[in-house]
């Protein structure tokens, strides 16, 4: 399976992974806007919260996903580690995974792509699943087990096949929220997230 990398990636897009024998995360595709490559949903006291990571742009051409660095300029780590504190701090598994998530953060990667593999393979640890990937060497979108650019931040995941809503307990409001990024689901069930995402691999 051919992906594009996300960052703190959504409960639909582990889903996917989780039982591919191997995946292949494009990184030679031209770096689009508005996408979940460098954007994450948590859920705060107010609702959903946006997490952006602020990207360097060229100054002339479009950049490869691969060649994207990270602007430190903005105080981004601290609104996001702030953020991240506000939603999830009374949540069951945070003293457990916090230190973890803050450590990534901590090594001030300059490229995307690595900050975002990062986050994959610390919650394929905490799963217990070793993801077999491997990144792209050129940009081919034409074999048919690709799923590059079909989980779009524009797009409602009800329009997509892959993930079905399946509630568990929150920090935060009445009504449920789905499809946050896999981390509100970690923070929430701990390991035993692998019971919710086996069943909707089911559905």
């Not at 990571?53 to 601290?78: C, E, F």
């Not at 609104?79 to 230190?99: D, S, V």
């Amino acid at each position: 399976m051919r992906i594009e990398i996300h960052y703190l990636p959504s409960i639909e897009y582990i889903t996917l992974l989780l039982f591919q024998e191997q995946v292949q995360f494009e990184v030679h595709e031209h770096f689009p806007k508005q996408t979940y490559r460098n954007r994450a949903l948590i859920l705060g006291a107010n609702g959903i919260e946006t997490l952006t990571v602020p990207i360097q742009h060229a100054h002339s051409g479009k950049t490869l996903m691969k060649d994207i660095r990270i602007d430190y300029a903005q105080n981004w780590v601290r609104i996001h580690q702030g953020a991240i504190q506000a939603a999830y701090g009374k949540a069951p598994y945070f003293e457990y995974f916090e230190p973890y998530i803050q450590a990534i953060f901590a090594k001030k990667l300059n490229f995307l792509v690595d900050l975002n593999i990062e986050y994959i393979e610390l919650f394929g640890r905490i799963l217990g699943r070793k993801w077999n990937y491997s990144l792209s060497e050129s940009f081919e979108i034409e074999d048919k087990d690709v799923f590059w650019n079909y989980i779009q931040a524009k797009q409602d995941w009800r329009d997509r096949n892959v993930y079905t809503e399946l509630a568990y307990p929150q920090c935060f409001g009445n009504v449920f929220q789905p499809n946050l990024s896999v981390l509100d689901l970690l923070m929430n069930q701990g390991r035993d997230a692998n019971l919710i995402l086996n069943q909707l691999n089911k559905k």
